[in-house]
């Protein structure tokens, strides 16, 4: 899936002027109205004017993009905005419980339309779990996945062997994954689905539609995204970029793009070295210098938010378009307990996530403190999986065990849960559990 001239990955780009797009947004409201058509249920296809690489007729869909764009007033207190500022994209609400749904959508369609019989993935969890759902639900293919040895958690892993996917748990951790499913995939013709293929990109730009249409169509401040493989965040970008084109917006929000500190590459190359699109050229030095930093150094990505932990983003330079279009956008890192202490504030708001997910929101805090993110600013933080991915973690994180927790999270330097929500053990007695719930309650 990349260009044979140059090596960099292809994009989709279409003809405006040849395809006459709607002249307003909220013709895509409209679409709700017409449920009955799975096209319009879908919370992809209903933009299909917006993705139209494929005919209607050849479009898959599992009833994806069913999310809702949430204002939260106690994440918002957290993270220090004014309230009715803060919003949150959950996207838990897919299918297979995670943005990758949107994207995959997007990618079965075109493997379908060009007739592939098997699809591969290489993955944290979330890609494998809704790829192998893609195929168990529609029949239309075979699932391969490749994960790392021990880096993905039960409930991503669960979702694979139960979806019936052929899995691959290869001795390595994503980066090796990813290296491997590139050589199979294009050694036995299998068709790849990665955030490397354009199309899942198409499909991911639909979750800023549906940001824009719970804003009724108003374009925020700040768009905050957790960054592992940069899919997102360069989708998030085309998008705008696309939209203002077509002029169906006159200003774009600003983008924030968050890493793990223990998976830090966006980071380090935008914000310490300077790295940048530079009008398609970025200068390719500055990757190679730190990527050999990293090999000579036998750093390895290491956060508790597995669906980032992730050292070489494939989709870095569209990335780095997505930071330009939308009015220099910013990078930061986050720690674990940071990651963590947000998504105790997230669970404690309303809506359960994943770790990864949750790194938006410390992100949005971070940036508040800083100064760069003004209270007053309307932010939308998008929270990319369901909190039911990693039960380990957040049980972990609130449990009263004090060995559980320091075997689990202490090795990465986490001493202190600030927002535990400890079980309390009582007796079999109810005297004592009455007690117990005057005391606590
Ligand atoms: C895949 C994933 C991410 C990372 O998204 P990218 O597009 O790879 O940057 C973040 N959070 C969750 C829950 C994911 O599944």
Known sequence: MACEACGSLLDVIYDW?????????????????????????????????????????????IGEGQTLLQESPGVGKFVGMRPGNLYLQYEGQNPSGSF????????FTHAHSIGAKRAACASTGNTSASLALYCSVTKLMKAVIFI???????????????????????????????????????????????????????????????????????????????????????????????????????????????????????????????LRWNDGRPDQSITEGYYKD???????????????????????D??????????????????????????????AGGL????????SVAGAKLLVSQGVIGPDERVVCILTGHQLKDPTATVAYHTTDQEQFNKVLGSRGIRRAAFANRAVTVPNEIDEIIKAIQLYS
């Open 17 to 61: 002027n040849r395809l006459r797009p709607p002249t307003s947004l909220d013709f895509f409201e409209s679409k709700w109205s017409r449920r009955y058509d799975p096209l319009d249920f879908s919370g992809v296809w209903r933009f299909h004017e917006l993705l139209p690489f494929a005919p209607r007729e050849q479009v898959v869909t």
């Open 148 to 274: 790392g040895s021990g880096k993905i958690s039960y409930g991503k892993l669960s979702q694979a062997l139960d979806y019936g996917a052929l899995t691959m748990q290869i001795a390595g951790d994503f980066d090796d994954a990813m290296a491997r499913v590139k050589e199979v995939s294009s050694q036995l013709g299998i068709y790849l689905v990665n955030s490397v293929n354009p199309f899942r990109l198409e499909g991911q730009k639909t979750i800023m539609f549906r940001v824009l249409e719970g804003l009724r169509w108003e374009v925020p401040d700040w768009i905050v995204v957790p960054g592992g493989n940069l899919g997102n965040s360069s989708a998030f970008g085309k998008a705008f970029a696309e939209l203002r084109e077509i002029g169906l917006i006159d200003r774009v929000p600003r983008l924030a793009v968050i890493n793990a500190a223990g998976a830090n590459t966006l980071y380090e190359l935008y914000e310490k070295r300077g």
């Open 100 to 107: 990758k749904d949107n994207g995959m959508s997007a990618a």
């Open 352 to 359: 359960g996530c994943e770790p990864a997910s949750a790194a």
């Open 318 to 347: 569209k990335c780095l378009r997505a930071l330009d279009v939308c009015n220099q956008g910013v990078v930061r890192e986050v720690t674990d307990q940071e990651i963590l202490d947000a998504k105790a504030q997230v669970g």
């Open 294 to 316: 990293l090999d000579s150094g036998e750093k390895r990505a290491s956060t508790i938010a597995s669906a980032i932990e992730i050292n070489r983003p494939v989709n870095l």
